[in-house]
């Protein structure tokens, strides 16, 4: 028997907004969802910031406030509680990108370490996340994916990289949290996935405590994770992976049209969505070795989890087994997981405004009307107004 099809229960979803806050939410996707909008805005907000512009208040005021946190992650935390209360963790995102010095990437490691004493405490926030690119420069994982030898110099702060991995995944061991290390470009990606395994490896003797990040949207993925549990099982360690379809598909697209290899990307959305499938019912058949967090906004992909856990005989709340979604999408997936019992985590990013941008702009560029999500934030936000009217 499959589960129940939860996912259209508004009042649940919506709990927690008040009717401005629902309101604020159905105007901004209105307004996201029209494509030349997105990209005109998208233009004017970068000119405006690079020039200083008095732009910053309007940026909180919309977009930042329905997709951030705040600027630190103590503004953060009224988000959290309140998410908390309906049983939904969250996994605080320090959002900035872009970033090529040392100073900035010692900056990202301590955030994240500090945010790691903040669960400690905390039982809301049992995940901690970064990105590779966070804590060191973009050319060095791309320089040693493609096998060229470092120079001494480059050398040296590739050390330092490797620190920063280390002292987050330590922290997270002594401090019994998960870290969930997100996936880039493909063409930075081998370098960090091989250190995440040396870091899985280290870290993960006695449970997963180090996830790896799997974009489904690339054809290899599957083999890679295969023949990455061949390995833990020869060296008795265990798996952690966040899967995910991926975020940059047009930049990889892109790059491969341009410099002529085969695009490392599936054929078609179909395919993509099979073979996130097919990773889920992998890591659902080798549930005792590799655990699981499902960073989707796609219902039928969550509705496929539930019915697999609900087949091998999983509690809703199994610890192995987390779904996630990022923080102001898909309350109706988020809330009505968690109101069963289910492990839900959402993603709070935050950072200053300037910096948060790049993010800001993916989720803007993701809810257009051409890629498509938008339709049904605006249909489950009309239908809660309605429903609110009738009371
Ligand atoms: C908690 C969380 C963490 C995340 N972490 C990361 C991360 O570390 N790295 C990262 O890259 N992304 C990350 N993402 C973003 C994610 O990869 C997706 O971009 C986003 O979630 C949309 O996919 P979906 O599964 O929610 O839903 P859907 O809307 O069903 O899928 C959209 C996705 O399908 C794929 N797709 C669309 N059209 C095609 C096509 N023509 N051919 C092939 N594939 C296609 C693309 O990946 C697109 O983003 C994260 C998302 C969440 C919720």
Redesign the pocket.
């Known amino acids: 028997m499959s589960v129940e099809r939860i996912f259209d229960n508004t009042e649940v979803a919506f709990a927690l907004k008040s009717d401005s806050e629902l309101e604020r939410a159905y105007f901004l996707f209105k307004m996201i969802s029209i494509e030349p909008l997105v990209r005109i805005g998208t233009a004017a907000t970068n000119f405006a910031i690079k020039a200083h512009l008095p732009v910053k208040g309007l940026i909180r005021a919309t977009v930042f406030d329905h997709f951030c946190g705040g600027v630190n992650e103590e503004d953060c935390l009224p988000v959290i509680n309140k998410m908390y209360e309906k049983g939904v963790s969250s996994v605080l995102d320090f959002s900035v990108e872009g970033k090529e010095s040392e100073k900035e990437f010692d900056n990202a490691c301590n955030v994240v370490l500090k945010i790691m004493e903040f669960s400690k405490e905390l039982k809301a926030i049992p995940i901690a996340v970064f990105k590779p690119t966070g804590f060191g420069r973009f050319y060095l994982y791309e320089k040693l994916g493609k096998g060229e030898a470092f120079t001494d110099k480059e050398q040296e702060e590739w050390n330092k990289v490797v620190a920063r991995f280390d002292a987050v995944c330590k922290k997270a061991k002594d401090y019994n949290i998960a870290v969930l290390i ?3 470009e493909s063409w930075m990606q081998d370098a960090a996935d091989d250190l995440v395994t040396e870091m899985m490896k280290k870290y993960n003797t006695e449970k997963p405590v180090v996830y790896n ?1 799997l ?1 489904m ?1 690339r054809h290899d993925r599957m083999e890679f994770l295969k023949k990455e549990y061949a390995k833990a099982k020869a060296e008795g360690y265990f798996l952690g992976y ?1 899967i ?6 047009e930049k990889e697209n892109e790059r491969a049209e341009e410099n002529g290899y085969p695009t490392p ?2 054929a ?2 179909a ?3 099979d073979n ?1 499938n097919d990773c889920l019912n992998y890591i659902l058949d080798h549930i005792e070795d590799i655990s699981l967090f499902a ?4 219902e039928e ?1 969550s509705y496929l989890l539930m019915n697999l856990m609900k087949q091998k005989g999983l509690e809703n709340n199994d610890s192995r087994v987390w779904f ?3 923080y102001g999408m898909s309350d109706h997936i988020s809330f009505n997981l968690s109101s069963l019992g289910y492990n839900v985590a959402k ?1 709070i990013p935050f950072g200053p405004v300037r910096d948060v941008m790049p993010y800001l702009i993916r989720r803007a560029e ?1 809810n257009t009307s051409v890629a ?2 938008t339709g049904r934030e605006l249909t489950l936000l009309t239908k809660e107004k309605k429903r609110r009217k009738k009371l």
Not at 244 to 249: E, F, I, K, P, Q
Not at 295 to 298: L, M, R, V
Request: glycine share 12%.
């Open positions: 997100d996936a880039e990040t974009q949207y966040k995910v379809r991926g975020a940059y598909m990307i599936c078609s959305k395919a993509t969505d996130f960073g989707t906004h796609n992909s996630g979604q990022l993603y993701e498509g999500q």
